[in-house]
């Protein structure tokens, strides 16, 4: 088990750690846990990249912890009405259907390369910035029209980005190039 893996698994246990202390009424923790999972997400790759520690189960398990955290600030922010619910079914949505596909081109297609695209990756820093926009509000800090272009960022390139990797998917099991 190496760095970038024991930092993706820590982000993974943050996880029920920010969804207590956001359900609880700690947003100043909340907001911590989340902050701290956030820099063990860019921690992981880059260290993965500079040290050439790059490894099959952190290909998996990193995205697998950005979706728990991601999904579980989504739901947990929505429950509590601190974003709109039509966000969460956008968010959730898309995620849903890339996992649909996901496990259908395993099926069909076999081992097949799961690397995320630059808009993938793009839109996972839109929605940490939208959920910390979210959670600043939490805590009284006004973040003035950040929130509102977070909000517009994230849908725009949520859709977006579900829609490139249905395309792409699509060009793959037709035997085009990605």
């Known amino acids: 088990m190496n760095l970038p893996n024991i930092l993706t698994l820590l982000r ?38 500079m040290c050439n520690q790059q490894t099959t189960l952190g290909r998996y398990l990193d995205p697998l912890a950005d ?12 429950v509590l009405a601190r974003i709109p619910f039509w966000v969460l079914l956008i968010v ?32 996972t820093f839109f929605q940490l910035a939208f959920i910390v926009c979210a959670l600043l509000l939490l805590v009284g800090v006004d973040v003035g029209a ?18 490139h990797y249905v395309f792409r998917g699509i060009r793959r099991m037709n035997g085009e190039p990605a």
Do not use: C, N
């Open 12 to 49: 993974i246990l943050l996880v029920p750690l920010f969804v207590y202390a956001l359900i609880y009424g700690h947003s100043r923790w909340a907001l911590g846990v989340f902050v701290v999972a956030g820099l063990t997400d860019a921690l992981d790759g880059a260290i993965a990249r």
């Open 67 to 78: 979706k728990l955290l991601l999904t579980s600030a989504f739901v947990s922010l929505a």
């Open 92 to 123: 959730v949505s898309r995620d849903v259907i890339i996992l649909v596909g996901t496990v259908v081109m395993h099926i069909t297609q076999g081992a097949y390369d799961i690397t995320p695209s630059l808009l993938g990756k793009v839109t």
């Open 146 to 163: 950040w929130f509102e272009a977070a909000l517009v960022m994230v849908v725009g390139l949520t859709v977006l980005s579900g829609l």
